[in-house]
C-alpha cells in the first residue's frame, strides 16, 4: 500500500459506544494529523504529532483521545460521543516539524453517531 | 476569525475555457500556501503549492498565483476538463510551523 490509508472508511455507533480510528501512511513522514470536515465548515485541526509527541491539541474534547506508537501508524479512539460529533474524520501527515510542508490525505472515515 | 477565505461556494465554467478559483488570507505570517483537489467521500488530493517568496508556480495544467500585498492566491486551470469538478480548498501555514489553515472550498463544475 502507499500514501496514508485509514479504516474503516465508514463508521456508525451509538452515543455509548467505544471504538477506534486507525490511520498508517507509508510515506516515511514524522508528522501526523487529525482532522474534522463538517458540512459546510473548513477542515478543523484536532491533533497534531511530531516525532510520536503530541504538539497541537486544538481544544478537543476529551471524548476524542489520540494516540501515536510510532511515525507511521495514528489512532482515535472515540468514547460517549455526540451525535454533533457525526463527521468526516481525516488523517494527513507531512515530513515534520520545519513549515513550508505538504501534507497528504488519507480517504476518511465518515462517521455517524446515533 | 476565518484567515483564510474562499468567498466563492460554487463556480460553474464551460469545458475547455480557463477556470479561476480565490482565495484571500488575513495573516501576514503564512509563507507557504497550498492548494487540494476533494472528490465527494474522499480525502484532498494535494494540487500544488507556492512559497512566498514567489508569485507564481505552474504544474502542466495548473498555476498559482500569489499577490502577497494584496494577500490573495489564485489557482488557474486550463484548459478545464470535466474531471476538474471537484471541491478546490486553499491552504496556508505560518512560518516554521507545520500547521495548516484551510478556507472553507469552492465548488467547480465543469459543464461539458
Known amino acids: 500500500e502507499t500514501g496514508v490509508t485509514q479504516t474503516p472508511r465508514h463508521l456508525v455507533m451509538g452515543m455509548t459506544n467505544k471504538k477506534s480510528l486507525k490511520c498508517e501512511q507509508h510515506?516515511?513522514?514524522?508528522?501526523m494529523y487529525w482532522y474534522k470536515q463538517s458540512a459546510k465548515k473548513p477542515l478543523e485541526l484536532m491533533f497534531v504529532y511530531n516525532f510520536k509527541e503530541q504538539t497541537e491539541n486544538n481544544s478537543v474534547p476529551s471524548r476524542f483521545s489520540p494516540e501515536c506508537p510510532n511515525s507511521s501508524h495514528l489512532f482515535l479512539h472515540l468514547h460517549t460521543l455526540q451525535p454533533e460529533d457525526s463527521a468526516l474524520y481525516l488523517c494527513a501527515s507531512s515530513r515534520g516539524g520545519e513549515g513550508q510542508e505538504t501534507q497528504y490525505f488519507g480517504p476518511g472515515t465518515r462517521l455517524l453517531v446515533l | 476569525d476565518q484567515q483564510v477565505k474562499q468567498n466563492s461556494p460554487s463556480l460553474s465554467v464551460q469545458e475547455g475555457r480557463i477556470s479561476i478559483l480565490n482565495c484571500d488570507y488575513t495573516?501576514?505570517?503564512?509563507?507557504?500556501f497550498l492548494w487540494y483537489k476533494k472528490y465527494p467521500a474522499e480525502g484532498p488530493t494535494f494540487l500544488i503549492s507556492?512559497?512566498?517568496?514567489?508569485d507564481k508556480n505552474e504544474d502542466g495544467r495548473f498555476t498559482v498565483f500569489l499577490n502577497k500585498s494584496a494577500k490573495h492566491l489564485s489557482l488557474h486551470i486550463v484548459p478545464s476538463q470535466p474531471g476538474d469538478s471537484a471541491v478546490y480548498f486553499c491552504?496556508?501555514?505560518?512560518?516554521?510551523?507545520?500547521?495548516?489553515?484551510f478556507g472553507t472550498g469552492t465548488r467547480l463544475t465543469i459543464i461539458p
Open positions: 507556492i512559497s512566498s517568496i514567489k
Open positions: 510515506l516515511g513522514h514524522n508528522a
Open positions: 491552504a496556508a501555514s505560518a512560518v516554521g510551523n507545520e500547521k495548516l489553515t
Open positions: 495573516n501576514s505570517m503564512f509563507d507557504y
